[in-house]
Structure formats: C-alpha cells, structure tokens
C-alpha cells in the first residue's frame, strides 16, 4: 500500500525558511518522479516543484523558482522541499505527490500524502 | 501556460442525480487532462487521466469525455461521499502543471 506521509510543517515569519519532508513507502520510490502542490486558502490547488526518478530536472512552478528547492534521497526513500524566503502567499497546505508511470516523467499525481500546513505570518 | 477554466463553480444536486463538470483549455492539449477529487481534510484523488480513462479502484458511475480544448467529468446516480471538490488538471504541456479552478459539487 502506497504511504506518503509529509512532515516538518509550521509557522515562519515572512522572509524565514522552512524544510518540508515526505516519507514514501509501499512502492519502488527511486522508479517515479514526484511531485509537490499546494493548496491556498480558500483557493485551489496549485503544482509547486518536480524531481524525475533519478534525481534530475527538477521543474519549478515560476512562483517559487529561485526561493524554494526540490530533492530527493532515493536510498532513505524520501523527498525534500527547501522553501527560503518565505511570503505570505506562500501559506498553504503542502502535499508531496507520485507520479503515476514509472521510470517516465509524466506530470499525474496518482498517490497524494495527508497534506502539511506552512503558515506565513509576523 | 494552459489555463483551464472549470464550469459552474457549484452545482447544487440531489443524491441520485447525474453531475456534469465542465472544464475549458486555453489551449489545445489532444487528451493529456486528468480529473481530481478532494474532499475536505482528505488527500485529493486520481479519479481519470488521459481525459476519459478511470484510475485503479474508482466506480464506473465516473466517467470523463473530451480533446482538444473541452472536456467533461460526468458522475451518474451521485452518493453521498461524491459530494466534493473537483478539479481539471493538465500535463500535456509543462511546466508549469496546471489545474482548473474546480467545482464544488454539493448537496442540495
């Protein structure tokens, strides 16, 4: 049974950092890309950051290129999202995501995690 | 970017009676739309991808139409736990991945 569980959620004041980390289990995770999105309150969801299988791309979305850095540790089956300079706009729930092909880089989110909350906020 | 542009916002429907959803690409993207459903405080759910194909261990009262720039989510006979937020996606030209901005289907 596929588990994604994310972890390391919080509250930051604008311009901080936080770490978000998703730990995947019950299938080959080193053989699917994955994905983060976000959900804005009262908003809809929105795709955040791709790594490919092997650890290359990754692909951003352009409102957090340059702030915020996917990656991944296919030994420990885990996947990382480094969010640096932090607005308020970036106040979401975080979900980590699996592709559904494997060893293809495809852009559907088959599995999806329970969700993070990161709040931006003085 | 492809925008999609989801229609209506809400549909107020009946358990039992047939939801039909709506979802416009700004851009041509032949099959490459997926469906979602995300019920609140859940994980969102993989219900069709390829525009028409249903994912692993969803009902067949769901079904998906369309190419091109216009696409349809259609759920017969609604039950109760289909009340929710829906939402178009789109992976035929990315990044960025994009998604519509949803449908909430609700009791009326």
């Known amino acids: 049974q596929v588990q994604l569980v994310e972890s390391g959620g919080g509250v930051v004041q604008p311009g901080g950092s936080l770490r978000l980390s998703c730990a995947a289990s019950g299938f080959p995770f080193s053989n699917f890309g994955m994905h983060w999105v976000r959900q804005t309150p009262g908003k809809g969801l929105e795709w955040v950051a791709f790594?490919?299988?092997?650890?290359?791309?990754?692909f951003y979305a352009d409102s957090v290129k340059g702030r915020f850095t996917i990656s991944r540790d296919n030994g420990k089956n885990t996947l990382d999202l480094e969010m640096n300079s932090l607005r308020p706009e970036d106040t979401a729930v975080y979900y980590c995501?699996?592709?559904?092909?494997?060893?293809?880089?495809?852009?559907?989110?088959?599995?999806w995690g329970q969700g993070s909350q990161v709040t931006v906020s003085s | 970017e492809v925008v999609l542009t989801q229609s209506p916002a809400t549909l107020s429907l009946s358990p039992g009676e047939t939801a039909t959803l709506s979802c416009r690409a700004s851009?041509?993207?032949?099959?490459?739309l997926a469906w979602y459903q995300h019920r609140p405080g859940q994980a969102p759910r993989l219900l069709i991808y390829?525009?028409?194909t249903r994912a692993t261990d969803i009902p067949a009262r769901f079904s998906g139409s369309g190419s091109g720039t216009e696409f349809t989510l259609t759920i017969s006979d609604l039950q109760s736990e289909d009340f929710a937020v829906y939402y178009c996606?789109?992976?035929?030209?990315?990044?960025?991945?994009?998604f519509g901005g949803g449908t909430k289907v609700e009791i009326k």
């Open positions: 995501a699996k592709d559904r092909i494997e060893m293809a880089t495809i852009g559907n989110f088959q599995h």
């Open positions: 851009q041509r993207i032949t099959s490459n």
């Open positions: 390829r525009a028409s």
């Open positions: 996606q789109q992976y035929n030209n990315w990044p960025p991945l994009t």
């Open positions: 790594i490919r299988f092997d650890g290359t791309g990754p």
